[in-house]
């Protein structure tokens, strides 16, 4: 058994199971029992779980909390189990795999992803520096998503014309929510007064379309047929969550 493992199950693993989960993970003929367990039930224990938001952006946030530039892999899947890899390939795995750990740091900071109808989860200890600031896990991830996530959006640049250059991105605003940012722009509503468009840039005064992408693809007030890009930083995120085609997740177009 790998000590990274056996360090994973004493940190996060319910008490009353973590004997079995040792057992089970350090025999070859008997691990595959304990892996099929990571579909769906873990036996975390709930003060270190936390359920995440699907429009997270995840490298950003692991490193946040502190996660080094590897990972550890526990996985269902045999190319993935027991493997060690960068920290952004690890989790873009997870996401496109079923039942997989990222062990970032064994005894603190993990992340799971169960089957298509469980939520991702984020497995944390606080540091003591983080109770006495925070408190509890909840009340770090809700300081920590109100200054980090930004949502995925679709934008389109208007012109004078009724369609345009689109793309699909992680789109932040401001803590009044009436300006937003997207690739080193800001965006301020038209407040009704534009035509087939919603938000002006801020520095060019060019008019755009913004608003949260469809699941069926079709954005764009007027259909062209153009195929729309996503930013690498949200690709694996929009086709998994959002066309919940995660088949699809190498695709860098939405056609």
Sequence with gaps: ?????????????DSRRRDRYKMLLSQPKTRRKALNRLYHAPD???RCAHRLDLNLHLVSLFRSLGAPERAYL???????DQKEMPLEEALENANLSDATIVCCIPSQL???????????????????SQAEQYGDLDALMAASQTTKTGRI??????????TGPARIGRVHSSR??????????????????????NYYCVETGDHYWISGPR???????YRTGIPVEIDEDV?????????????????????
């Design 1 to 13: 058994m790998d000590p990274r493992e056996e360090v994973f199950v004493d940190t996060f693993i």
């Design 44 to 46: 975390f224990d709930p």
């Design 74 to 80: 526990i996985s269902a899947r045999d190319d993935l």
């Design 110 to 128: 993990a992340y799971w992803m169960g089957d298509a109808f469980t939520y991702p989860t984020l497995l944390l200890k606080l540091t003591a």
């Design 153 to 162: 959006m679709y934008i389109e640049f208007k012109g004078k014309e009724l």
């Design 176 to 197: 009044s929510g009436q300006t937003l940012y997207y690739q080193n722009k800001s965006f301020k509503s038209l407040k009704g007064a534009g035509s087939k468009s």
């Design 215 to 221: 699941r069926d693809g079709h954005d764009s007030l």
């Design 235 to 255: 690709r694996v995120e929009y086709w998994r969550d959002i066309r919940q085609q995660p088949f699809r997740a190498k695709s860098s177009t939405t056609k």
